[in-house]
């Protein structure tokens, strides 16, 4: 065996075959496959192999289309049979919410180049006769979807690998991996010891174990599945006779995917009653053994299959798949660099290792060899949860997950499970003031607070919820006389040391405040893409404060420790530094009776410190609202007296809590971007017009400048622009295509009802040689084409004149 390798990757299933190969395939050949037992030994020798493009993420879609075209790819390289299906696939409609969801997927494909289509019950009783279409409005038919052989794919995958330099080591268990001093790994196996350079976490359903072995929590945990292969079904039979095949069916009200298995059918459930699997932890004599069938647990999900499916009911029973796989708490694989590690990368948490084990691999090998991947996989990516998640939250989430994997996902929703967890010493008092919550990284977050006749629980939806009525009340009295809210959900590093101004110039693309002064910048990756989105507090020559997203702290922090520098230190304290931002109108005063400090002189962008009742405070003039506004930061300790220093004196100007839902149509009045939505490694910053944010003049080389430079010269082929929509009872939430002339030339990211202008504004991007002013387009929301015009004058505000006044 090798005793030396650049990559060592743990675990023959499906995705870290794929891994390997990707590597091999992007160059780099000294890698090395370990696997304790035969390829597949883990959940991949029972999946039923089915696979999809339907992903509620638009970039998970994509890279479950790049996996699904790589077959052909794989059978060609290796002239192996990886068994292919493309039958094609329904998903059924019983409900209009559940339509409205495939009618906003459908609409997201076509700029995504999925051949996707709606059909009505006929068509459907078409392409999949067995169904019975009673009480189905529509479904979504994606030509892509089809099945596999599990096992031929995975060794496919792996004789490419081979083909590309790679080593296979098959019956070799790790059982150490051990990290130098200088960040290289001695992974210990039963065959002996291997130096890597890098370690990939494939062990599917044993990550949990071989993270354990790296001092490494991976959230993430087994469940139980079954399906069931039927005897021969003669009106299956007749079809393959007359040379089709059945195409796949997943009925989301059943909780069931069905395909053709053979000359019968094949049908798995996400049942309502799902179990977990070996909670505390997977026995690693586990293996090709079978779970014990557990047909009570599907009582109900068969029975509803057999009014949907009829010839169910006729056919026997030939076998029953029951076995484990693992899930994240949100259902997405747990990918790329481990944070707070160094050269140790995840694959692992991936459920559809044959939708998305292609993507899988190539993202990995693209961040491993290239240093990021081609896209955003913030979905996917395991920094997308913090030091705060622990087995017990990831339990209740997994059988969440599980048990809503064919439910509607609402632009709206707040999913239960695990909730409250992390809270601030807010949560009682915003409660008390009917505080209606959401959660953001864990933490609760206020979406808006309800008043007597106002719903206390959002109803999840597509269009216009009945939040809408509180978010209106909400954000009038920001505009017309001061709103409160937390600034509990911002990221917060505090950056200090002799060095802290050179590093700040070299990670952020802008410039770099003086003492007294913010400024908003950039933060770009070496291929120039937007990695963050941040406002700098100069605090002292040597104190800087630094705020962006709250769910982007792992993300960012394992961005700054990659680029930690001597005489330079970075602090999360992002639950550390906690307040509240106060907006409208009548701010300044509410502020200025709380403090003897004169503020009448701050300027918009002035950072100070001062003391605010008897709380030492960070105030800073920004908002987010785009008003007149200040965010005022202090020791969560002290944030209730705060509080009510704040509430007091705001009362004679009728200080109001607001909320998420609020802030988020107060941004859109000044075209205000955000994060994951505008602003995401999908984008770079000529694109979405934060390139004026960068100080191209400074004399510093900071990361990702030969790119925006180079964009700067030749100019974007597209750029982010708003719309004033004609929209009825929708607005657009997130990748809606945009219509010109009978095409689709650009996608929304954003956008909402304007509460304040009364008007629904939408972000999105055009290219560039068509925008103009006032140029009309339409927008496809749910299925209907919407007017839209293109403005570039914020609604409110347009000179600044409030904000800066
Ligand atoms: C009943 C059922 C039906 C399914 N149907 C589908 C489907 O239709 N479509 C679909 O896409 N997915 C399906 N899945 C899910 C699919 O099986 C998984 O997504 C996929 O197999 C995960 O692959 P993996 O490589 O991540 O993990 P695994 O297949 O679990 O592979 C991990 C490998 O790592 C090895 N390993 C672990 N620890 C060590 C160690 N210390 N040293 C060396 N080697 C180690 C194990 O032996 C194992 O071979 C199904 C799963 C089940 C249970």
Redesign the pocket.
């Known amino acids: 065996m090798k005793t030396t390798c650049q990559v060592a990757v743990?675990?023959?299933?499906?995705?870290?075959?794929s891994v390997l190969y990707h590597l091999t395939k992007l160059g780099w050949s000294d890698v090395m496959l370990?696997?304790?037992?035969e390829?597949?030994?883990?959940?991949?020798?029972?999946?039923?192999?089915?696979?999809h493009t339907l992903n509620g993420d638009t970039n998970m879609a994509a890279l479950q289309g790049y996996t699904i075209r790589l077959y052909k790819e794989l059978e060609e390289i290796t002239g192996m049979s990886c068994g292919l299906h493309h039958v094609g696939g329904i998903t059924l409609a019983d409900n209009q919410d559940r339509f409205d969801m495939l009618l906003a997927e459908r609409a997201k494909h076509r700029f995504m180049g999925l051949e996707t289509e709606i059909v009505g019950p006929d068509e459907i009783r078409k392409i999949a006769p067995i169904t019975n279409t009673d009480g189905i409005i529509g479904a979504l038919y994606d030509p892509l979807d089809g099945?596999l052989d599990?096992s031929g794919t995975t060794h496919a995958y792996a004789k490419a690998a081979r083909m590309g330099g790679a080593t296979i080591e098959t019956h070799?268990?790790?059982?150490e991996t051990n990290q130098r001093p200088d960040g290289t790994w001695d992974v210990v196996?039963d065959k002996g010891s291997i130096h890597a350079e890098h370690i990939v976490n494939?062990?599917?359903?044993?990550?949990r174990?071989?993270g354990a072995?790296a001092g490494i929590y991976f959230p993430l945990h087994p469940m139980e599945?079954?399906?069931l292969v039927t005897d021969t079904i003669p009106q299956i039979e007749a079809i393959i006779d007359s040379g089709g095949e059945h195409p796949h069916v997943m009925d989301p009200a059943g909780e069931s995917?069905l395909r053709q298995e053979g000359r019968g059918l094949c049908i798995?459930f996400y049942e309502q009653p799902c179990k977990p699997w070996a909670v505390d932890g997977t026995p690693w004599e586990f293996?090709h053994e079978l779970l014990p069938d557990d047909f009570e647990k599907i009582t109900d999900s068969i029975e509803f299959a057999y009014r949907r499916f009829p010839v169910l009911a006729e056919a026997g029973v030939k076998s029953v798949?029951?076995?484990?796989?693992?899930f994240a708490p949100d259902g997405n694989p747990l990918v790329g660099p481990v944070p707070g590690m160094r050269n140790y990368w995840s694959?692992?948490g991936?459920?559809?290792?044959?939708?998305?084990?292609g993507g899988v691999g190539l993202t990995l090998a693209q961040w491993m060899i290239e240093g990021e991947p081609e896209r955003d996989v913030f979905a996917m990516d395991v920094a997308r949860f913090g030091d705060w998640i622990t087995p017990g939250y990831t339990r209740p989430k997994v059988i969440e997950n599980y048990q809503k994997r064919f439910s509607v996902a609402y632009p709206n929703e707040e999913l239960p499970a695990a909730r409250p967890n992390r809270t601030t010493p807010m949560y009682d008092i915003f409660s008390d003031l009917g505080a209606v919550w959401g959660q953001q990284y864990g933490l609760e977050v206020p979406n808006y607070f309800a008043q007597e006749g106002e719903p206390g629980y959002e109803t999840p939806s597509f269009r216009r919820s009945d939040a809408f009525a509180a978010t209106g009340r909400e954000v009038r009295a920001v505009r017309e006389g001061v709103g409160i809210n937390e600034v509990h959900n911002f990221g917060k590093y505090l950056v200090t040391g002799p060095r802290a101004r050179d590093w700040l110039d070299r990670i952020m693309a802008g410039r770099i405040p003086k003492p007294g002064r913010l400024s908003l910048t950039p933060m770009l990756s070496p291929k120039g893409k937007l990695i963050g989105d941040f406002t700098v507090s100069c605090l002292g020559e040597e104190e800087f404060q630094l705020t962006a997203s709250y769910g982007a702290q792992n993300f960012h922090m394992r961005w700054f420790r990659q680029h930690q520098q001597d005489g330079v230190t970075v602090e999360n304290i992002s639950d550390k530094r906690n307040g509240f931002q106060i907006a409208g109108p009548k701010a300044r005063e509410v502020l200025a009776a709380c403090t003897r400090e004169d503020v009448s002189d701050m300027r918009f962008m002035d950072v100070r410190r001062m003391v605010v009742g008897m709380t030492d405070c960070i105030v800073q003039r920004v908002s987010y609202t785009g008003d007149l506004g200040f965010e005022i930061y202090c020791d969560p300790m002290a944030q209730r007296q705060l509080w009510w220093t704040l509430w007091q004196a705001g009362q004679p100007h009728g200080i109001t809590p607001f909320g998420m839902r609020a802030m988020m149509s107060l941004r859109l009045d000044k075209f205000f971007g955000s994060w994951m939505r505008e602003f995401s490694p999908d984008y770079t910053p000529a694109e979405t017009g934060l390139d004026r944010f960068i100080a191209f003049g400074k004399d510093a080389d900071f990361i990702g400048r030969a790119v925006a430079e180079a964009e700067r010269a030749d100019g974007p082929a597209r750029r982010l622009v708003a719309f004033e929509v004609d929209a009825d009872d929708a607005d657009v939430n997130a990748y809606e295509p945009i219509w010109l002339d009978g095409k689709v030339v650009g996608f929304c990211t954003s956008g909402g009802y304007s509460h304040h202008t009364g008007k629904s504004i939408a972000m999105g991007f055009l290219p560039t040689d068509r925008i103009a002013d006032g140029l009309q387009v339409e927008i496809e929301i749910l299925g209907q084409m919407r007017k839209a015009r293109v403005i570039s004058t914020p609604p409110f505000d347009a000179d600044g004149a409030r904000m800066r006044g």
């Open positions: 743990i675990g023959g299933g499906v995705v870290g075959c370990l696997e304790r037992s390829l597949t030994s883990g959940s991949t020798w029972h999946a039923a192999g089915g696979f099945h599990p070799c268990m790790v059982r196996t494939a062990g599917g359903l044993w990550a174990e071989v072995m599945h079954q399906y995917y798995g293996g798949i029951h076995g484990p796989f693992t694959a692992c991936v459920m559809a290792g044959f939708s998305q084990g």
